[in-house]
T-cell receptor
C-alpha cells in the first residue's frame, strides 16, 4: 500500500491566520481525499482532490475556507483559511489502495490543529 | 439518519474475552465495507475488509448481511493490545470515498 508523508504533524495557530497542510505520496494516485476529525467524532470528508481539475467539496465545506491544490499525482495541500477555534481538529489525507476500493485506503498520520 | 451507525461503547472487557461490535448502514448502494482500527492520537488503519461470505483473520471475524444492511466484527481472546477505537466504514460515497461510523471504543483490561 502507498506510504503518505503528512506535514505538519501538529500546530497551534492564532485565529484569523491560515495553515497549509501537505501530503506527499510515494506513488502516483488518481484521487486524494481530505478528511477532518473533530474531537470525539469520526472522520468527515472535506473534499476530493483530483489532479488537473478543481477539488470537489462535500456539503458544508467551501473552497474559500479550505482551498486545495493538486499539482501532480503524488502531492496535495489543504489550507485552512481565516482560522477560528472551531477549526481545531485533526486533518487527514487519504489515498485509495492499489487494489482499488477493496484494498482499503491509507491515511497520512494527521495534522493536529489547535486554534487559539 | 447517519449513513453508518455503530454503538459508541465504551466496551470494557477482561483479557481473553470475546467481544462483538455491530454496525448498520443506510445506503443500500454501498459496495464495500471495512473495519478500521484507530489508536489514540493516531490515524485509522485498515483492520480488515468485510465480505458477504464472512471472513476471518486470526482472532478477528467480520460478517456482512446485505439484506439487513448490517456489519459485525467479532474479536476472540481479547488482548490488551486490542484496546482501540474500531471504525465501521462503507465505501461508496459520492466521490468514491469512505464513509465512517463514529467508532466503538474498546478497552481490554488485565
Amino acid at each position: 500500500s502507498a506510504v503518505i508523508s503528512q506535514k505538519p504533524s501538529r500546530d497551534i495557530c492564532q485565529r484569523g491566520t491560515s495553515l497549509t497542510i501537505q501530503c506527499q505520496v510515494d506513488s502516483q494516485v488518481t484521487m486524494m481525499f481530505w478528511y477532518r476529525q473533530q474531537p470525539g467524532q469520526s472522520l468527515t470528508l472535506i473534499a476530493t482532490a483530483n489532479q488537473g481539475s478543481e477539488a470537489t467539496y462535500e456539503s458544508g465545506f467551501v473552497i474559500d475556507k479550505f482551498p486545495i491544490s493538486r499539482p501532480n499525482l503524488t502531492f496535495s495541500t489543504l489550507t485552512v483559511s481565516n482560522m477560528s477555534p472551531e477549526d481545531s481538529s485533526i486533518y487527514l489525507c487519504s489515498v485509495g489502495g492499489d487494489r482499488g476500493p477493496l484494498g482499503g485506503y491509507t491515511f497520512g498520520s494527521g495534522t493536529r490543529l489547535t486554534v487559539v | 439518519r447517519k449513513e453508518v451507525e455503530q454503538d459508541p461503547g465504551p466496551f470494557n472487557v477482561p483479557e481473553g474475552a470475546t467481544v462483538a461490535f455491530n454496525c448498520t448502514y443506510s445506503n443500500s448502494a454501498s459496495q464495500s465495507f471495512f473495519w478500521y482500527r484507530q489508536d489514540c492520537r493516531k490515524e485509522p488503519k485498515l483492520l480488515m475488509s468485510v465480505y458477504s461470505s464472512g471472513n476471518e483473520d486470526g482472532r478477528f471475524t467480520a460478517q456482512l448481511n446485505r439484506a439487513s444492511q448490517y456489519i459485525s466484527l467479532l474479536i476472540r481472546d481479547s488482548k490488551l493490545s486490542d484496546s482501540a477505537t474500531y471504525l465501521c466504514v462503507a465505501y461508496g460515497g459520492s466521490q468514491g470515498n469512505l464513509i465512517f461510523g463514529k467508532g466503538t471504543k474498546l478497552s481490554v483490561k488485565p
